[in-house]
């Protein structure tokens, strides 16, 4: 039997979440395999309400997809006009850039600062009566650095309204209430933002590909138009009611994870290494390039599965094993 040195390594490049899911969130899910011969509803009534009652608002302002980046296909292709320009920073989540060229628009990539941070200023200044949508991330997507609340509310006061604004926060649940941007209350303030969420991260579905958008009633429904007929499962919303029921356990798992991030990224800086203070599942490593490829050179040899880059690494957030592992492959 040949065998492959990756299978025996980590997996770490996609931001996974590193557990299974919960006895009862399994057991939902096996009995909701049960009716597997059933079609799920023509389009989403149940689920999107499911989401719309946690956030506290009304069921016509979320909008459901398959996971974040189906509901990100539907805003492009609803708001972006053939050569209409999509701004967003460089680097930034691989699905921005790919499906802004999916529908014929024009990527305007900002570059980060120095310190992994949107450059919010320069993002402001890329925006001209060409740009049909900005995307934001918080936490951004290689770095795991936050959006503050009084910059996302400033950013939204200087933006056109006629410009989509989408706040990407795929790794919200990862960050401490406290330090989350108030969007529940901003989109309310500004129809045109949409906010980005999905339960591939914290609550650890990314199989069964759910993701959301809430904002406004009509910004709402006009990416509702895509919506494929029977196009969520039936898994989607027993995992979704059976996560929900199981909040409290699986903020435990979200905790470990954390903490598990102050682990790695103390580890990697202990050994000198340039990393962003993270508050999602991943951190980001980055450096001078003849530093990085010894880096990169390490993890090929030991197996572990990272994302490159063109400036850094960024490397999702294991168990224990898995820190252990990269640190040493980082030495
Ligand atoms: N947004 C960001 C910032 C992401 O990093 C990802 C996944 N890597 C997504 C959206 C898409 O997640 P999904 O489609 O699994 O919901």
Redesign the pocket.
């Known amino acids: 039997m040949i065998v492959h040195p990756a299978q025996f390594g980590h997996q770490l490049s996609?931001?996974e979440n590193p557990y299974g899911p919960l006895p009862s969130v399994r057991a939902a899910l096996t009995g909701a395999l049960v009716e597997a011969n059933r079609y799920p509803e023509f389009l989403p009534r149940r689920l999107p309400g499911l989401i719309a009652a946690r956030l506290g608002h009304a069921p016509d302002r979320v909008v459901v997809g398959?996971?974040?980046?189906?509901v990100?296909m539907h805003i492009l292709q609803e708001f972006v006009t053939p050569g209409a320009a999509v701004v967003m920073a460089t680097p930034?989540?691989?699905?921005y850039p790919l499906l802004t060229d999916t529908v014929g628009g024009r990527v305007v990539a900002v570059p980060l600062t120095h310190d992994g941070h949107q450059d919010l200023q320069a993002m402001s200044a890329a925006v001209d009566h060409h740009t049909a949508v900005v995307v934001l991330?918080s936490p951004?997507?290689p770095t795991g650095t936050c959006i503050r609340h009084g910059a996302l509310a400033e950013f939204l006061e200087r933006t056109d309204p006629s410009v989509t604004v989408v706040f990407?926060e795929?790794?919200i649940d990862f960050v401490p209430p406290c330090d989350r941007a108030d969007t529940v209350a901003l989109v309310d303030r500004h129809p045109n933002l949409v906010v980005?969420r999905?339960?591939?991260?914290a609550y650890g579905l990314?199989a069964l590909?759910?993701?959301y958008a809430f904002g406004s009633a009509p910004v709402i429904a006009r990416i509702r138009r895509w919506q494929l007929p029977f196009g969520m499962t039936a898994l989607a919303e027993a995992g979704v009611r059976a996560c929900y029921a199981a909040e409290d356990e699986l903020a435990l798992r979200t905790e470990t994870i954390t903490r598990e991030c102050g682990r790695l990224t103390a580890g990697l800086r202990e050994l000198g290494y340039r990393v962003p203070t993270s508050a999602a599942n991943f951190v980001y490593l980055s450096g001078c390039p003849a530093e990085l490829d010894r880096v990169r050179a390490g993890f090929a040899r030991d197996g572990i599965q990272v994302k490159h880059c063109a400036t850094g690494i960024r490397i999702t957030v294991g168990d224990t094993a898995a820190t252990a592992a990269v640190v040493t492959a980082a030495r």
């Open positions: 996609l931001n398959a996971g974040a980046t189906g990100i930034t989540f691989d699905g991330c951004h997507n990407d795929a790794y980005m999905t339960f591939s991260k990314a590909r759910v993701g």
